[in-house]
């Protein structure tokens, strides 16, 4: 249009430059908006990339190439712009409507040669839905004992073959239940494999006291654990059963299918009512979870051995210290860490640690230990800053926070020196409802209308939320409205508690209790103390934020707070030291200070 309004062919000639120019600018723009653009054609092409293991090498790769194609376009342009001025139409012609072209094409097939050298280097995610015989080869160390320099290993073969010896077992049983229970991550991964293979409901629980166990299990429910249990009826026990000759996996061999949208896991957690509460999941939404954990923080996974402080039996410690491992092929540690002092072990390479937050509470309090490198996730509760302060000091890393929960999966993530807010993950659309209760959707939750939790939150213009407690934490006395996160975070603030749980009782009517845990000032400064005198003292302490009616009615001092495996609070055993009331406070008997 330009040409038949001008008249002139030389603007005509401009064309191949303004086009290079053009692309050159769109190209060198995600530089400074990324992803690359480069990426985003493989993103489109391949959307699946966005999600996978790799991610954080494939951008890195698309963006060369993008730096490559700008440079091309700054040649190939300059050159176009030299034919105009400086070269004969013809060879402006030859340059523009052919050898241009064809360096176009050999730049592209070049580049799409050492694409497919360098995806062959691409690490390779294979979920338990997904893997075959020939995933990974035989000799790939898939779970180490001990720390990593002992060379005990497990490997893929390995995995191969007991999964096939305890499916000849498990399909030799007429059960469709299975409760499964295996403190060793090894048996437990082999065991859980082979009754998804098999088609199994798999029922988990970290709570294994015949009581909780008689509540759970019915007459039909199998029972396969590396645990001796006398008290129960027909234990498969794992160990026994892989002592047999193994069954032989050639690498070529058909391996039953796992389907994930039709498996069912079904996890019992006790709540806030320390009954099981039976929640339904899929493989499914697990690995979808899993596939945001990797494309977020893979590139640490591969730099680093696993190892754990986390129960399998919760979701956490399935997700991080079981399947997550498997999925990304990094070796895992047979072992839970259950003491602090174990990782003096642990010096010997770079470690990736999955925890919670009273373990670390636990681990910072002593010694400094001699990690190399490491990485810290976290879960299962709200890590103090004080507590990630001191982690950071001891092992060199802030650790990386977690929040979700059975139901729900994954929900966000936060490293608390960035501030108190939490980011939702990519997938994760949050808010809240008329009681301030967080609302979460996301592919981790089978239900599409979402996911209501007990969690009370304020939601940030930018999408990043504060969890303000418990609604369940809230509570009337005297119809007061109180909070007892509140109450607790005021009584750490005196300096002298290490950990305290507050509780709503009722009895004749509602009234706060309180047990502490004394840091060493707080021994120091009440160990010649009466403990009406400690209950007088932090009352008046009290007094200056809240009224007195309000004030714990009743006392506890103790050596630790119970907590479970997940590191929370057993609200119920805590519950049970404040059975008997008095008005008296002083009435209610000595207690251990120490």
């Known amino acids: 249009m330009v040409c038949l309004i001008t008249n002139s062919p030389l603007v005509l000639k401009f064309y191949p430059a303004l086009v290079n120019f053009i692309l050159l600018s769109a190209f060198g723009f995600t530089f400074f908006s ?22 954080g090498r494939i951008e890195r790769y698309c963006q060369k190439v993008t730096i490559v ?72 160390v898939l779970c180490y004992n001990g720390s990593w320099q002992d060379g005990d290993y497990k490997t893929w073969q390995d995995f191969l073959e007991d999964t096939a010896s305890l499916r000849r077992v498990i399909e030799g049983n007429g059960s469709a239940k299975w409760l499964l229970y295996a403190a060793d991550y090894w048996y437990f991964l082999t065991g859980f494999t082979a009754l998804l293979q098999c088609r199994k409901e798999i029922l ?39 002592e047999v000759p193994r069954a032989y996996v050639p690498p070529d061999s058909p391996l039953p299918p796992v389907n994930a949208d039709e498996t069912a896991i079904v996890m019992y957690t006790s709540g806030t009512t320390g009954k099981p509460k039976a929640v339904f999941q899929r493989l499914t939404e697990f690995e979808t979870d899993n596939r945001f ?67 670390l509470k636990r681990a910072v309090e002593g010694a400094p230990l001699p990690l190399r490198s490491p990485w810290i996730f976290t879960s299962g509760g709200v890590l103090s800053p004080e507590i990630a302060a001191k982690t950071d000091r001891i092992f060199g890393f802030w650790p990386v926070e977690v929040y979700g929960s059975t139901e729900t999966s994954g929900i966000a993530y936060r490293q608390s020196r960035n501030g108190p807010e939490w980011t939702p993950f990519d997938d994760a659309e949050i808010s809240k409802n008329d009681e301030d209760c967080l609302v979460v959707r996301s592919p981790y939750i089978k239900n599409p209308t979402g996911f209501v939790t007990g969690d009370l939150v304020d939601i940030r213009a930018d999408g990043r939320f504060i969890l303000k407690g418990r609604a369940d934490s809230i509570v009337k006395i005297e119809e007061k409205r109180i909070s007892l ?72 001092y103790l050596d630790a707070l119970p907590l479970d495996t997940q590191g929370k609070k057993k609200k119920l055993e805590i519950e049970a030291l404040f059975a008997s009331y008095t008005e008296n406070p002083a009435d209610d008997g000595p207690e251990n200070c120490g």
């Open 34 to 55: 990324p992803p690359s653009m480069i990426f985003r054609f493989a993103s489109l092409m391949q959307p699946s990339v966005k999600t996978s293991l790799a991610k």
């Open 69 to 140: 194609w700008c440079a091309f376009f700054v040649f190939n342009g300059s050159t176009a712009l030299f034919t105009v001025f400086f070269a004969s139409d013809a060879f402006w012609s030859i340059y523009n409507g052919g050898i241009s072209y064809i360096l176009m094409g050999i730049l592209f097939c070049g580049e799409l040669i050492v694409r497919k050298m360098t995806d062959n280097k691409m690490p390779k995610a294979f979920p338990l839905s997904g893997f075959t015989a020939w995933s990974r080869p035989p000799e790939t």
């Open 293 to 359: 954990i990797l494309s977020k923080w893979g590139e640490e996974f591969l730099k680093r051995k696993l190892c754990s402080t986390v129960s399998p039996h919760h979701i956490y410690g399935l997700l991080f210290s079981v399947l997550l491992p498997f999925t990304a092929g990094v070796p895992f540690r047979r072992r839970r860490i259950e003491y602090p002092e174990e990782f003096e072990k642990l010096h010997d390479d770079s470690y990736l640690i999955v925890t919670v937050p009273a373990f």
């Open 485 to 556: 996160p509140e109450v607790e975070n005021r009584i750490l603030q005196s300096g002298l508690v290490a950990d305290v749980c507050v509780l709503a009782m009722e009895d004749r009517r509602q009234y706060l209790a309180a047990a502490l845990v004394l840091n060493e000032r707080g021994k120091e400064r009440f160990g010649a103390d009466e403990k009406i005198e400690i209950n007088r003292y932090f009352s008046e302490y009290l007094l200056q934020f809240f009224e007195h009616v309000v004030l714990p009615k009743k006392w506890r």
């Open 204 to 242: 988990l629980s970290a709570n294994v006291s015949p009581a909780y166990l008689a509540e759970i299990r019915d007459g039909g429910t199998a029972f396969l654990s590396d645990q001796d249990f006398p008290q129960e009826r027909g234990v498969l026990h794992i160990p026994s059963l892989l």
